[in-house]
């Protein structure tokens, strides 16, 4: 069975920093490329950024360019998203989801989402 | 970057009825359009990809169409399961989802 688990998300003050994880099982993790889309309190989803299976490419949404990173490590199953420089229009549920095709599609496993809180 | 603008942003609808939901593309994305539900609390879950490919295991009454710019999700009679918050996405340059459409009951 895949599964996706979020984790590192909380409380943070504006221009702090966290960093995501994304617990992958149950399929083989360095075959997919993976992304993070997050979703702020009764909004829609906005996509965030995109990694390939390789590390090779990555996108990333003109809203955190500049200030998260997004990285995998294949050999722990495991997918990241450093968040610098956070404003409160970060605060959201951020969560990551595997792209179907390995080159940029549909997103058909999702994880139960990581709620992060920008704020003083 | 491509926009995705859905309509209607709410339905109101009773169980049995037939629902459609509209989805339109800023550009030609050809057929790489997606549909998702997304219930309170939840994570999206995916009903379509290609526009009209139905995943396994969602039920028959869900059916996509379109290419090009303009896309339609019909559910064929709504069951009470079906009461959710629903969203296209455009795969065809980066990712971007539409605003979503919510099905309350009437």
């Known amino acids: 069975e895949v599964q996706l688990v979020e984790s590192g998300g909380g409380l943070v003050q504006p221009g702090g920093s966290l960093r995501l994880s994304c617990a992958a099982s149950?399929?083989?993790?360095?075959?997919?490329?993976m992304n993070w889309v997050r979703q702020a309190p009764g909004k829609g989803l906005e996509w965030i950024s995109y990694?390939?299976?390789?590390?090779?490419?990555?996108y990333y949404a003109d809203s955190v360019k500049g200030r998260f990173t997004i990285s995998r490590d294949n050999a722990k199953n495991s997918l990241y998203l450093q968040m610098n420089s956070l404003r409160a229009e970060d605060t959201a549920v951020y969560y990551c989801?595997?792209?179907?095709?390995?080159?940029?599609?549909?997103?058909?496993?999702w994880g139960q989402g990581t709620l992060v809180t920008v704020s003083s | 970057d491509i926009q995705m603008t859905q309509s209607p942003s709410t339905l109101s609808a009773s169980v049995g009825d037939r629902v459609t939901i509209s989805c339109r593309a800023s550009?030609?994305?050809?057929?790489?359009l997606a549909w998702y539900q997304q219930k309170p609390g939840k994570a999206p879950n995916l009903l379509i990809h290609d526009a009209s490919s139905l995943e396994s295991g969602v039920p028959s009454r869900f059916s996509g169409s379109g290419s090009g710019t303009e896309f339609t999700l019909t559910i064929s009679s709504l069951q009470p399961d079906d009461f959710a918050t629903y969203y296209c996405q455009q795969y065809h340059t980066y990712w971007t989802f539409g605003q979503g459409t919510k099905v309350e009951i009437k």
């Open positions: 990694i390939s299976s390789s590390s090779n490419t990555i």
């Open positions: 149950g399929f083989t993790f360095s075959g997919y490329g």
């Open positions: 989801a595997r792209d179907e095709r390995g080159s940029g599609s549909y997103l058909g496993y």
């Open positions: 550009q030609s994305i050809s057929s790489w």
